[in-house]
Protein backbone atom coordinates (compact mmCIF):
# COMPACT_ATOMS: atom_id res chain seq x y z
CA UNK A 1 0.00 0.00 0.00
CA UNK A 2 1.70 3.46 -0.52
CA UNK A 3 2.17 5.89 1.78
CA UNK A 4 2.16 9.78 1.73
CA UNK A 5 3.49 12.07 4.11
CA UNK A 6 3.63 15.75 3.14
CA UNK A 7 6.28 18.49 5.46
CA UNK A 8 7.09 21.88 4.73
CA UNK A 9 4.02 23.79 5.11
CA UNK A 10 4.36 27.37 7.14
CA UNK A 11 3.09 30.89 6.99
CA UNK A 12 4.88 33.21 4.46
CA UNK A 13 4.19 36.75 3.47
CA UNK A 14 3.61 37.44 0.02
CA UNK A 15 6.27 37.16 -2.67
CA UNK A 16 8.00 34.89 -0.07
CA UNK A 17 9.26 30.45 -1.08
CA UNK A 18 8.58 27.43 0.76
CA UNK A 19 9.22 23.97 -0.21
CA UNK A 20 6.75 21.24 0.08
CA UNK A 21 7.66 17.47 0.31
CA UNK A 22 6.03 14.07 -0.01
CA UNK A 23 7.75 11.26 1.51
CA UNK A 24 6.70 8.37 -0.37
CA UNK A 25 6.85 4.32 -0.37
CA UNK A 26 5.20 1.08 -0.87
CA UNK A 27 5.13 1.53 -4.61
CA UNK A 28 4.24 -1.54 -6.06
CA UNK A 29 5.87 -0.61 -9.80
CA UNK A 30 8.42 1.79 -11.00
CA UNK A 31 5.79 3.52 -13.14
CA UNK A 32 3.69 6.25 -10.94
CA UNK A 33 2.70 9.59 -10.57
CA UNK A 34 2.65 12.43 -7.99
CA UNK A 35 0.94 15.27 -8.02
CA UNK A 36 0.06 18.37 -5.45
CA UNK A 37 -3.21 19.15 -5.32
CA UNK A 38 -4.58 21.99 -3.12
CA UNK A 39 -7.80 22.94 -1.31
CA UNK A 40 -8.66 26.52 0.17
CA UNK A 41 -11.31 27.24 2.46
CA UNK A 42 -14.97 26.94 0.35
CA UNK A 43 -12.93 25.51 -3.15
CA UNK A 44 -12.95 22.55 -4.68
CA UNK A 45 -9.60 20.44 -4.41
CA UNK A 46 -7.37 21.15 -7.55
CA UNK A 47 -4.47 19.51 -8.89
CA UNK A 48 -1.66 22.32 -8.51
CA UNK A 49 1.12 20.49 -10.68
CA UNK A 50 2.33 16.67 -11.12
CA UNK A 51 5.33 14.74 -12.07
CA UNK A 52 5.55 10.91 -13.60
CA UNK A 53 8.34 9.28 -12.39
CA UNK A 54 10.99 8.14 -14.49
CA UNK A 55 10.11 10.11 -17.50
CA UNK A 56 10.10 13.48 -15.07
CA UNK A 57 7.05 14.63 -17.23
CA UNK A 58 5.23 17.49 -15.50
CA UNK A 59 1.78 19.56 -15.35
CA UNK A 60 1.34 22.78 -14.17
CA UNK A 61 -1.90 24.89 -13.62
CA UNK A 62 -1.71 27.84 -15.27
CA UNK A 63 -1.97 30.11 -11.87
CA UNK A 64 1.41 28.46 -10.95
CA UNK A 65 3.23 28.25 -14.11
CA UNK A 66 7.07 29.76 -13.49
CA UNK A 67 6.46 30.35 -9.67
CA UNK A 68 6.12 26.19 -8.48
CA UNK A 69 8.46 23.65 -9.99
CA UNK A 70 7.92 20.07 -9.32
CA UNK A 71 10.82 18.08 -8.66
CA UNK A 72 11.65 13.99 -7.49
CA UNK A 73 14.36 12.27 -6.17
CA UNK A 74 13.73 9.03 -7.49
CA UNK A 75 16.32 7.08 -5.08
CA UNK A 76 14.45 8.69 -1.90
CA UNK A 77 10.92 8.52 -3.54
CA UNK A 78 10.10 11.73 -2.37
CA UNK A 79 8.62 14.31 -4.60
CA UNK A 80 8.91 17.92 -4.37
CA UNK A 81 7.13 21.66 -4.86
CA UNK A 82 9.20 25.00 -4.87
CA UNK A 83 6.67 27.16 -4.52
CA UNK A 84 8.20 30.95 -5.33
CA UNK A 85 6.82 34.34 -5.60
CA UNK A 86 3.56 32.60 -3.42
CA UNK A 87 0.47 35.02 -3.24
CA UNK A 88 -2.14 35.16 -0.71
CA UNK A 89 -4.31 33.24 -3.08
CA UNK A 90 -1.90 30.59 -2.97
CA UNK A 91 -3.06 29.67 0.98
CA UNK A 92 -4.66 26.63 1.17
CA UNK A 93 -3.71 22.89 2.10
CA UNK A 94 -1.86 20.95 0.47
CA UNK A 95 -2.04 17.22 -0.60
CA UNK A 96 0.09 15.11 -1.95
CA UNK A 97 -1.70 12.58 -4.24
CA UNK A 98 -0.15 9.46 -6.23
CA UNK A 99 -1.10 6.76 -8.55
CA UNK A 100 0.52 3.67 -9.79
CA UNK A 101 0.24 4.26 -13.44
CA UNK A 102 1.51 7.35 -15.26
CA UNK A 103 -1.01 10.49 -15.89
CA UNK A 104 -1.46 12.39 -18.43
CA UNK A 105 -0.10 15.61 -18.84
CA UNK A 106 -2.08 17.79 -20.99
CA UNK A 107 -4.55 18.28 -18.79
CA UNK A 108 -5.63 19.18 -15.14
CA UNK A 109 -6.16 15.84 -13.36
CA UNK A 110 -8.95 15.07 -11.55
CA UNK A 111 -8.57 14.34 -8.07
CA UNK A 112 -10.52 11.07 -8.40
CA UNK A 113 -7.88 9.06 -10.39
CA UNK A 114 -5.73 8.65 -7.53
CA UNK A 115 -5.76 6.58 -5.17
CA UNK A 116 -3.36 7.35 -2.39
CA UNK A 117 -3.49 10.55 -0.57
CA UNK A 118 -1.30 12.28 2.61
CA UNK A 119 -2.79 14.15 5.54
CA UNK A 120 -1.85 17.66 3.76
CA UNK A 121 0.06 20.39 4.77
CA UNK A 122 -1.21 23.88 5.60
CA UNK A 123 0.21 27.22 3.44
CA UNK A 124 -0.48 30.59 4.36
CA UNK A 125 0.56 33.52 2.66
CA UNK A 126 -0.38 36.58 4.27
CA UNK A 127 -0.24 40.17 2.01
Known amino acids: QVRLVESGGGSVQAGGSLNLSCAAS????????VAWFRQAPGKEREAVAL????????YYTDSVKGRFTISQDSAKETVYLRMNMLQPEDTAIYYC????????????????????WGQGTQVAVSS
Open 26 to 33: GFPYSEYC
Open 51 to 58: INSGRSTT
Open 97 to 116: AARVSYCATIYKPPATIFSS
